[in-house]
């Protein structure tokens, strides 16, 4: 869809946000768009965000309610104000005034994944270090007076699938880079919540003087390394957009050698790359690529390092 329609004449911003606005339409591994990874209280909220790499304005919007089209959003936060980050339900009485229809987002998949949590105790959740134990019930939860530290739990409790991101970096004949993120975050997620998906420089980063970079996977670790704005980084300094990628997951790797993540890059020349952080049952890591050397949309595997 974003390749069609920069063959059209859209913008590189038009691409990434039709682009990604296909995978809210077709709710692309349960993990974008509505009806998916419903929070603790059942309800599934968007995180999106957009860059553009001509002007580094950035449009996002997180924890959105009762409309569909995020990326849509995001786009109309960079055209019709002067922020870059809107959330909640003030994020979505802004989208209705943009026109937006304001409609339910929760389907039958994702009240019975919602249910089926309830009943095997809320387990695996978000919490820790807190009363009654999270580990074993469904709270509500609070603070212990007596405060014993637990290891958190590791990867293998949750599923890689409890959090996914289209993420898509879309570089122009002439240069111009465009970034973009749509995620419904992670499955189960504590209310309020949001990940690396929305945060410029963490979900993804455009710039037009050096390349864009879009990172997917456990968004409350991999945010707090800005991967995608470090990656965007390498590359202006002349490094590889696959070594790029690779830099920026073993960064990561070092304080978290279990995060389930992986980050694609791009450059102004149209190279690109992408590297994943190696964990069981997560060993390689699949990416679609688009270009004038292909003939069609092109499936792309790394292994994971």
């Given at each position: ?40 209280s ?18 996002a ?8 089209n ?25 989208a ?15 009240l ?14 978000y ?6 134990d ?5 709270g ?39 970034s973009?993120?749509s995620?419904?975050?992670?499955v ?33 670790i991999?945010?707090r390394f ?20 690779q ?15 992986a ?43």
């Amino acid at each position: 869809t974003a390749w069609r329609i920069l063959q059209l004449g859209g913008s590189e911003l038009d691409a990434v946000e039709r682009g990604c606005g296909q995978c809210e339409i077709d709710q692309c591994d349960g993990s974008v768009g509505y009806g998916g990874s419903p929070d603790e209280s059942g309800e599934t909220t968007l995180d999106a965000m957009i860059m553009d790499g001509n002007t580094m304005e950035v449009g996002a919007v997180a924890d959105l309610r009762h409309v569909k089209n995020a990326i849509g959003v995001a786009r109309k936060v960079i055209e019709y104000t002067k922020h870059t980050l809107l959330v909640g339900e003030s994020a979505s009485l802004f989208a209705v005034r943009m026109g937006f229809p304001y409609e339910d987002l929760t389907t039958q998949k994702s009240l019975s994944v919602y249910s089926q949590w309830l009943n095997q105790s809320c387990q695996p959740n978000y919490w820790k270090n807190v009363v009654p134990d999270s580990s074993k019930s469904c709270g509500p939860y609070k603070r212990p007076e007596k405060v014993t530290y637990k290891e958190e739990q590791t990867i293998s409790q949750r599923s890689v699938h409890n959090h996914d991101t289209i993420g898509m970096v879309v570089i122009g004949g002439n240069g111009t880079v465009a970034s973009g993120t749509s995620t419904n975050g992670a499955v189960h997620k504590i209310p309020g919540r949001v990940g690396d998906s929305p945060i410029a420089g963490a979900g993804s980063y455009a710039d037009s003087t050096a390349g864009g970079a879009a990172a997917t996977g456990d968004g409350d670790i991999m945010m707090r390394f800005l991967p995608s704005y470090q990656a965007v980084e390498y590359m202006r300094m002349g490094t590889d957009p696959t070594v790029a990628c690779q830099k920026v997951i073993s960064r990561i790797q070092k304080y978290a050698p279990k995060f389930f993540g992986a980050v694609i890059c791009a450059n102004t020349t149209g190279s690109y790359g992408a590297a994943c952080n190696k964990i069981p049952g997560f060993t390689q890591f699949h990416f679609m690529v688009s270009s004038p050397l292909l003939s069609q949309p092109t499936e792309q595997v790394v292994d994971c390092i």
